[in-house]
């Protein structure tokens, strides 16, 4: 399917991790031209090599800081400006009790998570507007609507970012920038790898033994029972870049294994 988005450029945070690597490999096989971000300077080499030629610049970069932000925007500036923004850097944060959190437990995630999406978005839409054609895709997750106890802040971090994709594709969705959130749930990337070897330690178990017993205990509605695959939540964020998906507009489309419970968003 050609997506309709050949010579765009878009920009993708996170790029050296399993889903935002995978994003970038999508929409470069589209014929887009990627301008890519993360905070591992090696890595984020080592991912743009693995792309290719689609790669038309890199910068390392601690999203968390505004300072940052504004030298990334600059840079993408340079670079003939963006079409489209796929943020899909983020942290788990802090588990545990939601009473034992720290603030700055609190504060980590909601810098990163949340914060960064508003300031990347700040940066970079205002100038698709003016051209009248722009895509914004969010990396919310299953946290935003169906919360879990021991993830409390990573839960507010992702509940917030999915009001703030409503919120701001009512007023850019008329001006040609549709902003949209792809909700992906327990992939295999290496933020998920790092949670199942916690708990594989913890239960003095495999990693694969670690990962059946979570599916079970706390992931009962995920019906496929298994993680998803990068290249699963991808496609559907591409998509949501593309011109065919050209009426879809401050919505959260799922990629979960049918983790989430409810049948709304």
């Not at 999203?63 to 030298?71: K, R, T």
Request: with cysteine.
């Amino acid at each position: 399917m050609k997506l309709g988005i050949d010579g765009k450029l878009a920009v993708v945070t996170g790029a050296a991790g399993g889903i935002g690597r995978a994003t970038a490999q999508v929409l470069a096989e589209e014929g887009v031209r990627l301008f890519l971000t993360d905070t591992d300077a090696d890595q984020l080499q080592a991912a743009a090599a693995e792309i290719g030629p689609a790669v038309g610049g890199t910068r390392a970069a601690d999203l968390s800081d505004p300072g940052a932000i504004a030298d990334l925007a600059g840079r993408i500036a340079e670079a003939g400006g963006a079409d489209i923004l796929v943020h899909m850097a983020g942290v788990t944060g802090a588990k545990g009790d939601p009473l034992e959190m720290r603030d700055e437990d609190w504060a980590e995630c909601w810098t990163v998570n949340f914060m960064s999406a508003v300031r990347m978005s700040r940066a970079l839409v205002p100038a698709m507007a003016a051209k009248g054609w722009g895509r914004v895709v969010f990396t919310v997750s299953e946290n935003a609507v169906q919360p879990y106890p021991d993830e409390a802040v990573y839960n507010a971090s992702k509940a917030a970012l999915l009001s703030y994709t409503k919120a701001l594709s009512l007023p850019y969705g008329p001006k040609g920038v549709l902003v949209n959130a792809v909700m992906p749930a327990f992939i295999e990337t290496p933020m998920t790898d790092g949670m199942m070897e916690k708990r594989a330690e913890a239960m003095g178990v495999s990693r694969e033994e670690a990962i059946e017993s979570f599916l079970a205990e706390e992931r009962p509605y995920l019906s496929l029972r298994r993680r998803g695959r990068p290249e699963e939540v991808a496609s559907v964020a591409a998509l949501l870049c593309s011109d065919r998906a050209g009426f879809t507009n401050g919505s959260a489309w799922r990629a979960d294994g049918g983790a989430v419970a409810s049948i709304d968003t």
